[in-house]
């Protein structure tokens, strides 16, 4: 990571059973073959990567260590984990490329926001600690299979949104808000089972924001307004 002569270097390979570590910005646009190991570094300071040209072959871990809120607008399309830390949250532009087999850690203190569509692509989406997710644009992936993501989850409505029978929340606690005036609507009563909340995860509806289920997926629950 401390090479200035990173970008003189046309093509890396990194055999089996080898590790290269670099910065995103070293790692930006360049192109590396192998099955052996990348790790990239500070992707927080160089949110706009593109890390598009890593073999498919290698296993790639992207770190972003936020201070306080970061856009990414990479490409992670060959990444196969991205591990945040650090505080604030790190909103998933538009713009970025997301691995469909990628797995997401959300550490202490960090919120992943993303939209549904996004969310629903990646393969999971996990924690350690207080990690928190936020899913926005539900209102446009109204089968958004949320199943996969093993941390509490805020729904951020902009929109009025009934999902399908195709969507999933797992057994996670789960926060209905807004942002914009609103009032805005969840109707989650076409998931039956799928709503996958138990008795021992909370169920907060925000004020603003209406949510509708059946009996049956609110039997047993704690539900709280706000």
């Given amino acids: 990571?401390?090479?200035?002569?990173v970008?003189?270097?046309t093509l890396y390979t990194v055999q089996q059973g080898r590790s290269l570590t670099l910065t995103a910005a070293q790692a930006d646009g360049e192109v590396i073959e192998g099955a052996g190991a990348v790790t990239?570094?500070?992707?927080?300071?160089t949110p706009?990567?593109?890390?598009?040209?890593?073999?498919g072959g290698l296993t790639v871990t992207a770190n972003l260590v936020s201070t306080g809120g970061v856009s990414l607008s990479a490409d992670l399309s060959t990444v196969d984990n991205l591990n945040i830390t650090g505080s604030g949250t790190v909103t998933v532009q538009e713009g970025?490329?997301?691995?469909?087999?990628?797995?997401?850690a959300v550490g202490?203190?960090?919120?992943?926001?993303?939209?549904?569509?996004d969310a629903a692509q990646v393969e999971a989406i996990t924690r350690t600690g207080t990690g928190k997710v936020t899913v926005t644009a539900l209102h446009s992936t109204l089968d958004a299979d949320l199943a996969h993501i093993a941390a509490p989850i805020t729904i951020l409505?902009?929109?009025d949104a009934t999902l399908t029978a195709g969507a999933a929340i797992g057994a996670v606690n789960l926060t209905v808000d807004k942002t914009g005036d609103g009032p805005y609507t969840l109707d989650v009563t076409a998931l039956g089972a799928d709503l996958g909340l138990?008795?021992?995860?909370?169920?907060?509806?925000?004020a603003g924001t209406t949510l509708e289920l059946t009996a049956a997926q609110a039997d047993g629950k704690t539900i709280t307004a706000e």
Avoid: C, Q, R
Wanted: proline share 0%; aromatic share 0%.
């Fill in 157 to 159: 409505l902009s929109a």
């Fill in 96 to 104: 970025a490329t997301l691995n469909g087999s990628l797995e997401i």
């Fill in 7 to 9: 970008a003189a270097v």
């Fill in 48 to 55: 706009d990567a593109d890390l598009s040209h890593l073999a």
């Fill in 40 to 45: 990239v570094t500070a992707l927080a300071t």
């Fill in 198 to 206: 138990t008795s021992a995860e909370s169920l907060t509806v925000k």
């Fill in 1 to 5: 990571t401390s090479n200035e002569n």
């Fill in 108 to 117: 202490t203190g960090s919120t992943l926001s993303l939209t549904a569509a």
